[in-house]
T-cell receptor
Framework: KQEVTQIPAALSVPEGENLVLNCSFTDSAIYNLQWFRQDPGKGLTSLLLIQSSQREQTSGRLNASLDKSSGRSTLYIAASQPGDSATYLCAVKGYNFNKFYFGSGTKLNVKP | GAGVSQSPRYKVTKRGQDVALRCDPISGHVSLYWYRQALGQGPEFLTYFNYEAQQDKSGLPNDRFSAERPEGSISTLTIQRTEQRDSAMYRC????????????????FGPGTRLTVL
């Protein structure tokens, strides 16, 4: 069974700082990996999806990288803003199953 | 429709009652997923549909849980004889793996149904 781990569980940074969130997975035979943002009391919003053949994806201030061989992905947030405060989750989908396995998330707080 | 909708948003029920949770996916989305999310955890897979076919139900905890999507659109997750341990947020997501909508398997989540079993 695929195990997805996110470290750290919580992170607090001052506004303007660049930061990296980590996601690791145990089975490298993945089809894709997706990063989500979850705001309190709300649903999950997809941020970036990386196919297994890709090494990274970028959207605005966000950059996600994927290293399948080491079972790792990182989400880089540039010039963080208070509005970035949320819980960030990663999810992986394998070739042999259609289900997505989620990590427990990193709760980010960006202080003004 | 704008996005994935779920109803009810909140459901409080007594132990032993049956509940039905509804998910209305984005129009045209082929795939539909049900998840359960405990506080402080990521969503946990329950079941998955492609069109009306239930492709994978390996995440359903026991036979009190069932799901259907009879016409390939709206889906219902039913929990029979609810127990207190069933209390959680139940989330639905839809996606369209390629095709006319051009999506690349991105999942779109609904707001969830908060189930409380007393």
């Amino acid at each position: 069974k695929q195990e997805v781990t996110q470290i750290p569980a919580a992170l607090s940074v001052p506004e303007g700082e660049n930061l990296v969130l980590n996601c690791s997975f145990t089975d490298s035979a993945i089809y894709n990996l997706q990063w989500f943002r979850q705001d309190p009391g709300k649903g999950l919003t997809s941020l970036l999806l990386i196919q297994s053949s890709q090494r990274e994806q970028t959207s605005g201030r966000l950059n996600a990288s994927l290293d399948k061989s080491s079972g790792r992905s990182t989400l880089y947030i540039a010039a963080s803003q208070p509005g970035d405060s949320a819980t960030y989750l990663c999810a992986v989908k394998g070739y042999n199953f259609n289900k997505f396995y989620f990590g427990s998330g990193t709760k980010l707080n960006v202080k003004p | 429709g704008a996005g994935v909708s779920q109803s009810p948003r909140y459901k409080v029920t007594k132990r032993g009652q049956d509940v039905a949770l509804r998910c209305d996916p984005i129009s045209g989305h082929v795939s539909l997923y049900w998840y359960r999310q405990a506080l402080g955890q990521g969503p946990e897979f329950l079941t998955y549909f492609n069109y009306e076919a239930q492709q994978d139900k390996s995440g359903l905890p026991n036979d009190r849980f069932s799901a259907e999507r009879p016409e390939g659109s709206i889906s219902t997750l039913t929990i029979q004889r609810t127990e207190q341990r069933d209390s959680a947020m139940y989330r639905c997501a839809s996606s369209s793996p390629g095709g006319l909508l051009g999506s690349t398997d991105t999942q779109y989540f609904g707001p969830g149904t908060r189930l409380t079993v007393l």
